[in-house]
């Protein structure tokens, strides 16, 4: 088990910015932010390859929210920028439970284990 605590979220206008972190108790291969909707199953938003910083971003968010890692403090940070409404979902990060390949299938929610308490973001209209 590996405990994960989210901080940061809150709420912001749309075009807005927001950053959010997460600390880890040892690292992976990779690491992963994700999200959820009410109502919606969790989703992958960004992830990032520890060894080369090689980053995956779903679709809807490139341009928008950038990964990164401190390796010397064992967190994983994201931040989000010009934010879209459709942004409002809480927020996890989590560590890889399983081997990924670079590219979309990177955002896997199922590849990630150990969710930690999560941060609310919304984004107004």
């Known amino acids: 088990q590996v405990q994960r605590v989210e901080s940061g979220g809150g709420s912001v206008q749309a075009g807005g910015s927001l950053r959010q972190s997460c600390t880890a108790s040892g690292a992976t291969m990779w690491r992963g932010w994700l999200r959820q909707a009410p109502g919606e199953e969790r989703a992958g938003v960004a992830a990032?390859?520890?060894?080369?910083?090689?980053?995956v971003y779903a679709d809807s968010v490139k341009g928008r929210l950038a990964i990164a890692q401190d390796n010397a403090k064992n967190t994983l940070t994201l931040q989000m920028n010009i934010l879209k409404t459709e942004a409002t979902a809480m927020y996890y990060c989590?560590?890889?439970?399983?081997?990924?390949?670079?590219?979309?299938?990177?955002?896997?929610?199922?590849?990630?284990?150990?969710w930690g308490q999560g941060t609310q973001v919304t984004v107004a209209p």
């Open positions: 989590a560590p890889a439970v399983e081997y990924i390949h670079l590219g979309a299938g990177a955002l896997a929610s199922a590849k990630y284990k150990y």
């Open positions: 990032r390859r520890s060894m080369d910083g090689s980053a």
